[in-house]
């Protein structure tokens, strides 16, 4: 299943997408940065979800605040674990 939102508060602007597999849910967010100077939405980040646990840095190794950049390599890295059973494999 996926979900989508917009948001625009001022001239802040984000979109959030969710895919959702049974509690895991991988959510992807663009803004359009910090100092909402761009008409164009370009910074992103990804996190995953076991339920309402955040296991982004079990997914990737990162630090708790770390951002995941959504590139194609951690894309392929975060459909990999949301596709998966068992939700904490080695070697993801």
Do not use: H
């Not at 508060?9 to 100092?35: H, M, Q």
Request: aromatic share 10%.
């Amino acid at each position: 299943m996926m979900e989508a939102s917009t948001i625009r508060y001022g001239d802040r602007r984000s979109a959030n997408f969710t895919l959702i597999n049974g509690r895991k849910e991988l959510s992807v967010t663009v803004d359009n940065g910090p100092f909402c100077k761009t008409e164009k939405l370009y910074r992103d980040e990804l996190r995953c979800y076991n339920g309402k646990e955040d296991v982004t840095v079990l997914v990737f190794g990162c630090k708790v605040y770390e951002v995941v950049k959504a590139d194609v390599e951690n894309m392929a890295k975060a459909m990999n674990w949301l596709q998966i059973s068992d939700w904490n494999p080695n070697g993801i």
